[in-house]
C-alpha cells in the first residue's frame, strides 16, 4: 500500500499504523480473555493475525531499503 510506496520511512505514517493496531488490539484483545470459547478463539485468531502482520510489515519495510 501507500506504507511501502515510499523510500524514506514517514513518521505520520508510521504513527497512524501504531495507533491502527493498538485500537484494533484494544477491541478485539478483549475477546481474548473472555470465557465463551467461541468469542476467546475469534480474539485468538484476531491478535495472532494482527502480530503477524506487524512483524511482516515490519520486515517488509526494512528489506526494501
Do not use: D, H
Not at 4 to 20: D, P, R, V
Amino acid at each position: 500500500g501507500i506504507y511501502m510506496a515510499n523510500e524514506e520511512i514517514n513518521t505520520e505514517t508510521q504513527k497512524s499504523i501504531i495507533f491502527s493496531l493498538i485500537s484494533t488490539f484494544a477491541g478485539f484483545g478483549v475477546l481474548f480473555v473472555s470465557k465463551i470459547n467461541a468469542l476467546y478463539s475469534i480474539g485468538v485468531t484476531t491478535v495472532i493475525g494482527m502480530l503477524a502482520i506487524c512483524f511482516l510489515l515490519v520486515l517488509q519495510k526494512r528489506n526494501n531499503e
